[in-house]
């Protein structure tokens, strides 16, 4: 491995790292840097299964052994290594999960080519919350979603909370971003998907009534916290379907509710 000692914080490829905490700036920087941040051992192992390639990896002294197996094939991959003290001025909190390190950001593929295939969807409108995008990401790894898609006002799902709450699972969902939105619901339509939007609406179906009949091609759409679906996605879906409650709930956390539609509407 090619080992840099960090002493000093300016040094080249350090700003990768600057102020991880500092969302607005990451959600901005990362994807046109063409860069995110993969945090844990685990975590990277997944990433480089995936086919993504490390730029630098960032580290204290005792996590190097871990790391070392998986940067076999990288031997030019710069391993940043430092004093916790000096970690934790750099990025801002301190580093408990092993090892940190900067992912060249895939290319996105285009949807019509990633959803070729594909039998169950899930669209994300404007899930701006990134522990939903991940839970509701490892939720669809575990009911077995075919592709995720988020409309371009939604978090990004490699942003660093968002793929440690997915446990890794981002790397193994096919995902990309679809715009414009909601009128690309015109595509989905003529490549044969049935959209079903989650809402309370007066007029919707019971998630039962979906599961006891389900079409061939499935695209359940999810929406915002709070505000939920806007008027012109429910309006433009071909069903609306809640989940019926008991106990005077209405409704739920929207990574939960992904997790009960997905499971009613797995294959």
């Not at 939604?154 to 660093?160: G, H, Q």
Request: aromatic letters at 6%; hydrophobic letters at 45%; proline letters at 6%.
């Amino acid at each position: 491995m090619q080992i840099l000692r960090v002493t000093d914080l300016t040094a080249d490829g350090l700003a990768d790292y600057s102020r991880l905490t500092d969302v607005a700036l990451r959600r901005v920087s990362e994807p046109e840097g063409g860069l995110y941040i993969a945090e844990s051992t685990k975590v990277i192992t997944r990433a480089l299964a995936a086919g993504h390639r490390p730029r630098s990896v960032l580290l204290q002294e005792q996590w190097l052994d871990d790391v070392a197996p998986l940067l076999a094939d990288y031997p030019d991959v710069p391993v940043f290594v430092g004093e916790s003290a000096l970690l934790e001025q750099l990025t801002g909190y301190h580093l408990h999960r092993g090892a940190l390190a900067a992912m060249h950001r895939p290319e996105l593929p285009d949807p019509r080519s990633l959803l070729a295939g594909a039998r169950r969807v899930v669209v994300l409108e404007d899930i701006v919350d990134h522990t939903n995008v991940g839970a509701i990401v490892r939720g669809c790894a575990a009911f077995g979603v075919d592709a995720v898609l988020v409309t371009p006002r939604c978090a990004d799902p490699l942003y660093r909370r968002s793929i440690r709450v997915s446990m890794g699972t981002i790397f193994q969902v096919p995902w990309t971003r679809i715009d414009p939105w909601p009128e690309s619901l015109n595509m989905l339509n003529d490549l044969g998907f049935q959209t079903v939007a989650l809402a309370l609406n007066e007029d919707a179906e019971s998630l039962d009534e979906l599961a006891a009949s389900l079409p061939d091609r499935l695209v359940l759409i999810l929406g915002t916290e709070g505000d939920g679906l806007t008027a012109r996605t429910v309006d433009s879906a071909d069903r609306v379907v809640y989940i019926p409650m008991e106990g005077g709930v209405d409704s739920l956390n929207v990574a939960a509710a992904a997790a009960v539609a997905l499971w009613a509407t797995r294959s």
